[in-house]
């Protein structure tokens, strides 16, 4: 199983981006798809998950109401839509896949997003 993120950027606090992480291999309506990210100097956080229905979600404290998550399974794509940005949204943006939360095991080379105040 390989990830590849995109959609990365530099934009103004209270702008916007949209985050793609499309997903090669076999099976990933099985894979729960989860974004992480990590700020420089700083442990790596769990942003949000969607499970193989897309009907539940999570959502760090962080994000919640201004982050959204979706996935469209006929494109082996995994989404994260960016509203209202903060310069503490900056960091590296991590997609990873999932066939048995917590665990991740199937990680993808990470966007870098940062956000000028």
């Known amino acids: 199983v390989q990830l590849q993120a995109s959609g990365g950027g530099l934009v103004q606090t209270g702008g916007s981006l949209r985050l793609s992480c499309a997903v090669s291999?076999?099976?990933?309506?099985?894979?729960?798809m989860g974004w992480f990210r990590q700020a420089p100097g700083k442990e790596r956080e769990r942003v949000s998950w969607i499970s193989v229905s897309g009907s539940i979600t999570y959502w760090a404290d962080s994000v919640k109401g201004r982050f959204t998550i979706s996935r469209d399974n006929a494109k082996n794509t995994v989404y994260l839509q960016l509203n209202g940005l903060k310069p503490e949204d900056t960091a590296v943006y991590y997609c990873?896949?999932?066939?048995?939360?917590?665990?991740?095991?199937?990680w993808g080379q990470g966007t870098q997003v940062t956000v000028s105040s």
């Open positions: 990873a896949a999932s066939s048995a939360l917590p665990n991740f095991a199937y």
């Open positions: 291999g076999p099976n990933f309506r099985n894979y729960v």
